[in-house]
């Protein structure tokens, strides 16, 4: 067997944003791509972009592309600007790894004999292959995994087996991709333009035609296709993405579920812009979402009903959180705290026995997702907070009272892993030097309390 690397390097002026760090690498860092775009598009979309996302092969069912040389760090793994994932492996993304099928299953073989061939060159053991959950705690390489981690090392040890002690890499020599405007592949004298750049391509791009590689693989278009939704619907949907396209990376695609009204119809891979930070395709998204109907008895006068709100009402708050890859017990009020203090939380789940209550989550690195008022670990929808991949950086809780009864509030905080808790916030309160929400973006969190009180 031979595999075939196609250098497509990125230019050195754009080292800052994708491989600032000179690197002696220790490890390598498979990845799933989580779309259906070709090695060649993946490199050529990475390479093209101002994103801070790099890795340095990627492979599919006929060949490796590099796209960064190998004595330079990529941003991949999810662990910071220091981690040793990103500052210290070569990180290897398999195509086609949305769909599946056969080409995948044959991207996966080449990966696999791509990576026996770099332990061999480096005298390295199967030890030195990491897959990027190794790093960042995320399901990646998702289809890998789902059809077995130690079945692919299994595939790298067969090749490493091999008496074959030569790398059988052929490079080709380094070229620029070319960006083709045609209305199909076939049609070639439709084309109205080729181009080195990509986004001048896209903009040449009228509707009807679509913008080609090299390799007659479409990477945008404006032919229009068919939605099952529009803009202005509001929907529920399984799977999403931060960005119309989706490398995996730091910026990556996010599993779990949400709701939000769609914003705009994009073309190219991503269809819909959901309105809070999410892209979805079609089949991601689940169907219309039925908005829960808060009973806001608060919305009638104060001063009218103030009188009456004499009596106290008796409420005791449930809750649990979901970190290191499960879900803890439930706590009552103040009694314990929810969490570990080890391992960041992922997802809560908050209920009371009297009143009702809506709570919502900000995700590190992402934004806020809608508010729930259910406590139901199976209603992914609204039967917690959080999507149970993504640590959570904030939460803003509200207590609504019943008519007829002093007002009560959610009291809760959060504390950093391995430290002390930060102020408590009332309700979303922004006086005395709230912020309207517990936590701070960016920062991961171990324990979490909750009381309501007047
Ligand atoms: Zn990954």
Redesign the pocket.
């Known amino acids: 067997m031979a595999l075939t690397i196609t250098q497509l390097l990125c230019p050195s002026n754009k080292y800052n944003i994708k491989c600032p760090y000179i690197m002696a690498p220790e490890y390598i860092t498979v990845?799933?791509t989580y779309n259906d775009a070709s090695a060649m598009s993946e490199i050529s979309y990475m390479i093209s972009n101002n994103n801070q996302v790099s890795y340095h092969y990627a492979v599919d069912d006929t060949r490796a592309v590099q796209g960064i040389p190998l004595d330079r760090n990529t941003w991949?793994?999810?662990d910071g600007g220091s981690g040793t994932g990103n500052r210290k492996t070569i990180a290897i993304?398999i195509c086609y790894s949305k769909s599946g099928g056969d080409r995948f299953v044959k991207a996966e073989q080449n990966a696999s004999y791509l990576t026996a061939a770099l332990l061999k060159e480096r005298n390295w053991g199967i030890e030195r292959v990491k897959k990027?959950q190794d790093w960042s705690g995320?399901y990646?390489?998702h289809r890998t995994l789902d059809m077995g981690w130690q079945r692919f090392l299994d595939m790298v040890q067969a090749e490493l087996n091999k008496s074959n002690k030569v790398t059988m890499i052929q490079k080709e020599p380094v070229k620029t991709e070319v960006y083709r405007v045609r209305k199909s592949w076939s049609d070639t004298s439709s084309q109205i333009g080729a181009y080195t750049n990509l986004d001048n391509a896209k903009a040449a791009c009228k509707t009807g035609y679509s913008v080609f590689d090299s390799q007659g693989n479409i990477v945008y278009t404006t032919t229009s296709v068919t939605h099952r939704y529009s803009v202005g619907q509001h929907v529920s949907f399984g799977t999403s993405y931060p960005s119309p396209t989706l490398p995996?990376?730091i910026t990556?695609a996010t599993s779990g579920s949400g709701h939000g009204k769609i914003t705009a119809i994009i073309d190219g891979q991503a269809k819909y812009q959901i309105d809070y930070i999410k892209y979805c395709n079609d089949g991601d998204i689940i169907g219309i979402y039925t908005p829960q109907t808060f009973t806001t008895s608060e919305s009638v006068s104060e001063s009218a009903t103030s009188d009456s709100r004499t009596k106290t009402l008796a409420v005791n708050a449930f809750y649990k959180v979901f970190a290191g890859n499960k879900w803890y017990s439930e706590v009552k009020n103040l009694e314990d705290y929810a969490g570990d203090n080890k391992n960041p939380i992922r997802a809560i789940a908050i209920k009371t026995d009297n009143g009702s209550i809506k709570y919502r989550v900000h995700i590190k690195n992402g934004g806020w997702y809608p508010y729930v008022t259910g406590y139901n670990l199976s209603d992914t929808i609204n039967g917690y907070a959080g999507d149970c991949q993504n640590d959570i950086d904030a939460i803003e809780i509200y207590f609504i009272t019943p008519e007829g009864y002093k007002y009560k509030k959610a009291k809760y905080r959060l504390a950093p892993i391995g430290k002390d808790y930060y102020s408590w916030q009332y309700d979303n309160e922004t006086t005395n030097g709230q912020d309207g929400y517990a936590g701070s973006f960016g920062t991961s969190f171990g324990r979490f309390q909750l009381n309501i009180e007047e």
């Open positions: 990845h799933n991949h793994a999810g993304e990027h995320k990646c390489p995996c990376g990556y």
